[in-house]
């Protein structure tokens, strides 16, 4: 599985909220690693809950840069971020009949970082810098 960087077109700007991005993307990067040596759904399930635990806080830190900047698509986003949380929460738990394969899971992971990034906060970084120029 290739590494996942975060290139300069998914950048917000916003230093805190580029490096919790960076810090998600660089904890699936090391359980594809890990998995791509044979780890398993038990072995990866610290560092599953600890991705989860750091979606939160990314997107609790996103809430407050967005209640702060009077984000006027805060509802909308915020939204996204609780349907991404619950999604996200149902495959952590453990090893299910319905719990997808760990490369499958790690690509929807991907999937989220990189399409919540693309979707919701570029559109919040280009209000951001908008705002600024005010
Ligand atoms: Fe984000």
Known sequence: MDRHELGEELL???????HQHQTLLAL???MAEAVESGANWSMLQPRLQLFLRLL?????SEEQVMREQYYPDYAQHRAV???LLAQARRWNLSETEHAPAL????NVLYE???RHVEEEDLPLA???RRQARC
Request: a negative charge; zero cysteines.
């Open 28 to 30: 699936i990067d090391g």
């Open 56 to 60: 939160e806080e990314h997107f609790r």
């Open 103 to 106: 490369e499958e899971l790690l």
């Open 126 to 128: 280009f209000f951001m």
């Open 12 to 18: 917000t700007g916003h230093p805190l909220i580029d």
């Open 112 to 114: 989220v970082v990189l």
């Open 81 to 83: 971020h609780q349907q």
